[in-house]
Structures are given as structure tokens and as C-alpha cells.
Nanobody, 123 residues
């Protein structure tokens, strides 16, 4: 399972760090990333970390502002979010998929989902 945390209310330009703690599966065998769903919009992929080669991926709107990383010893993936904008407001979900068995951003390929954590960017 996955447990997401770290959301909250932050002013525009501020920062937050989301955490996604994994358990119950072999962490090193899975790619893990973040999706988000804003009010009235479909859920979209935000950032992804591939296992093995460690490649990272970002949707265009967060490039240069968000950074995904992992602590394999803690089986935890982080999403550092800087220079936050009101349009980043959404429920953020972490997800995991068996490496080599998914297409990037394809939500139907995810094997595990965490509960969402709310991020609100507002003054």
C-alpha cells in the first residue's frame, strides 16, 4: 500500500514537500510517482520516478519547480514543490506500477494508489 502525506495550505510562491511511504511490495521493483486532480478536472500525471535507472519525468507545467526523489531505505518517495501557484491546487495522489509493465501517465496501469493529500495554494 501507499500512504501519502505532506499536503496543506501555502501562499503562492511557497513550498511544500509531499511524502509517499510504501509497504507490502518490493519497492525497488516499482516505479512510483504523483498524480493530481484539481476541482472539476480530470486526474493528471505530475511526476514519475522509474526504478532501476532512476529516470525522472515531469509534466510541462511543473518542470523546474517540482523535484521527485526517493529514499530507498525508507521506501519513501518525495515530491518537493517550490514556487507554488494557485493552479497547483489539487488533491495529490501517489501511485506505483511494476517497472516495465506500464506506460507513463497511464493511470489504468497503476498497481497501487495512495489516499490523496490536499494541496491548496492561496493567499
Amino acid at each position: 500500500q501507499l500512504q501519502a502525506s505532506g499536503g496543506g495550505l501555502v501562499q503562492p510562491g511557497g513550498s511544500l514537500r509531499l511524502s509517499c511511504a510504501a509497504s507490502g511490495f518490493t519497492f525497488d521493483d516499482y516505479g512510483i510517482g504523483w498524480f493530481r486532480q484539481a476541482p472539476g478536472k480530470e486526474r493528471e500525471g505530475v511526476s514519475w520516478l522509474s526504478s532501476g535507472d532512476g529516470d525522472t519525468f515531469y509534466t510541462d507545467s511543473v518542470k523546474g519547480r517540482f523535484t521527485i526523489s526517493s529514499d530507498n531505505a525508507k521506501k519513501t518517495v518525495y515530491l518537493q514543490m517550490n514556487s507554488l501557484k494557485p493552479e497547483d491546487t489539487a488533491v495529490y495522489y501517489c501511485a506505483a506500477a511494476l517497472e516495465g509493465d506500464y506506460d507513463l501517465w497511464d493511470q489504468g496501469d497503476m498497481d497501487y494508489w495512495g489516499d490523496g493529500t490536499q494541496v491548496t495554494v492561496s493567499s
